[in-house]
């Protein structure tokens, strides 16, 4: 190739490029991370930038470091998308915020069907809401009791102890009056001071949290974790619907999909990092009282009108063909 037609060649890539560039959608979206700018969630979707590209758009990622600011910013129409945990997102589309409902998928295998289950397209209008759109979840670990002393390892010893409740979390306060223990008020802000400083004795929390939050303050020489699973915790993506082509939740879901392992490899990293001097083992009596406690709840918030009943149902379907002997899959949820 002469030096004018390498030259010539170089003005046509960068013609091309500024056409294509000029022609990519600005979408703003405000990502609740803890960390801010450099912190795991914005660190996790620094490749959907280029892959939006060959999507048309230019994704500007905005981090917040309050949850309830990035929440109130996307209501008020200043995101075209947030990012946000299944609390908040579930007033947006209520399908989306039952996925993490109490003892609604108990292991790994059951969420990889429930993510797989997002992306059937048959499935896409349960997760619109009037304008908006969930076009994402993605699972951030088994929520898990952190206690300030260990000795907190039954139903029994939770009465009278306090307990946070995250951002108003419905479940969380139906699981504090059920098992007697005093409500606390938290939020994403808030609610690892008020642990690591002896305010909360009962934190429910993922495993990414005892060193994002530094939760190891808290749980010092006495507390611990209870080895009882909740719930998966889910963050979700959603967006203005009327904002964005029509595919683009289908196309999020799967790309949503695909990262699945960079996830879990993610959260497996996380409770790998916990000392095993924390885990607390529970009995089988423990183990019993808190699935009923789980089971109570959901279908209490189903009358409520907070769970989702398609949502539940489709859960109930996935766990029981996984576990089948389980004595509730002879009752539908």
Not at 77 to 100: E, M
Not at 232 to 241: A, D, F, T, V
Not at 263 to 290: G, H, S
Not at 300 to 308: D, M, P, Q, S
Request: some cysteine.
């Amino acid at each position: 190739m002469t030096l004018r037609r390498f030259l010539l060649s170089l003005v046509l890539v960068s013609v091309s490029f500024s056409v294509n560039s000029a022609a990519l959608e600005t979408k703003k979206f405000c990502m609740y991370d803890p960390v801010g700018k450099n912190g795991p969630a914005i660190t996790f979707f620094s490749d959907l930038k280029a892959k939006a590209i060959t999507w048309g758009l230019d994704i500007e990622l905005n981090a917040y470091t309050d949850e309830k600011v990035a929440a109130n910013d996307f209501k008020a129409g200043l995101c075209d998308g947030t990012f946000l945990t299944a609390i908040l997102g579930g007033p947006f589309v209520p399908f989306g915020g039952t996925l993490d409902a109490i003892g609604g998928i108990t292991n790994a295998e059951q969420l990889g069907i429930v993510l797989k289950t997002l992306t059937n397209p048959k499935v896409g209008d349960l997760l619109i809401n009037g304008n908006y759109e969930m076009v994402g979840a993605l699972p951030v670990g088994s929520v898990y009791l952190f206690v300030k002393d260990r000795n907190t390892n039954s139903v029994e010893k939770f009465s009278g102890k306090k307990i946070s409740i995250l951002n108003e979390d419905p479940q969380a306060l139906k699981f504090a009056n059920m098992v007697g223990a005093s409500p606390v008020g938290t939020s994403l802000t808030t609610f690892s001071g008020q642990f690591n400083n002896g305010n909360i004795d009962i934190l429910p929390m993922v495993a990414l949290g005892y060193n994002v939050f530094e939760l190891y303050h808290g749980l010092g020489e006495n507390g611990g974790i209870i080895d009882e699973k909740l719930f998966y915790g889910m963050m979700q993506l959603i967006i203005h619907r009327d904002r964005f082509d029509s595919d683009f939740g289908q196309r999020m879901r799967e790309y949503i999909l695909n990262r699945i392992p960079d996830i879990n490899k993610m959260v497996e990293d996380a409770e790998a990092e916990i000392p095993a001097k924390y885990w607390i083992k529970t009995d089988a009596k423990t183990k019993l009282e808190i699935t009923k406690f789980k089971r109570d709840i959901r279908l209490a918030l189903k009358a409520e009108g907070v769970h989702h009943p398609v949502a539940l149902k489709m859960l109930w379907k996935i766990r029981c063909a996984n576990e089948p002997s389980n004595a509730e899959c002879g009752t539908p949820e």
